[in-house]
């Protein structure tokens, strides 16, 4: 019988709870080993441009890009895992905003004494959207941007009155409400790869973890946690 093997994969948040639960039956069904890193996506690269060694990086498809450009990632080794929209949570029993339309969004946000959001793709879109709405400097002082933590703890926790990330990063965190996706005029989808590194130890191994991912029959799971897979 073969000794199993170890899969490294550094990934961020927003594909987590699908991954916790597809990890175990893969390793069920293959004997190997995954051990996982949780990075904020901004540091991912960077640990990789340092010589830090893993199998699978997943993180948001334009990032997993600028790795293949540097050449950390192989041409041919990028998947595509699943699409994610941006939503808004309140603490549970808070009233809920109008997020009817980007115009909606904007009183919202106005309105709000404090809002949260991350330093991932959501939250570099979302700074984007208010200075195009024109508002970045009057919320400047009520904003607050979370790194290691989900956003949505920051609510849940009374530290901010609406918080913003993407859905799979809400869902799953007590003691808050998930007020909906941002509406369809302004909302933004990201789309979330895995890329094999090219110092990857076990290639093979990954590229079968990667496949089990992207298998048909992982669709349901992936879609009730708050993804639309590809």
Known sequence: MLDPT?????????????????VPEFE?????????????????????QDGETVDIVILSAASLDELIR???????GRYDLARSGIGAAVRTGAPKPDLSSGEALRRAVVAAKSIVYS??????????????????????????????????????????EIGFQQISELLP???IDLVGPLPPDVQEITVFSAGVPVASKAPDAARALIKFFTAPDTAPVIRRKGLEPI
Do not use: H
């Open 119 to 160: 330093t991932g793709p959501s939250g570099i879109y979302l700074a984007g959207l208010f200075s195009r709405m024109g508002i970045a400097e009057e919320i400047k002082t009520k904003v607050k941007q979370v790194q290691g933590e989900p956003a949505g703890a920051v609510v849940a926790r009374g530290e901010a």
């Open 6 to 22: 170890e899969i490294k994969v550094m990934l961020s948040a927003a594909f987590k709870e699908a991954y916790l639960e597809l």
């Open 70 to 76: 540097l050449g950390l990632v192989a041409k041919k």
């Open 173 to 175: 965190v007590p003691g």
């Open 28 to 48: 069920r069904t293959t004997g190997n080993k995954v051990t996982s890193l949780w990075v904020p996506s901004v540091k991912i690269m960077n640990r990789l």
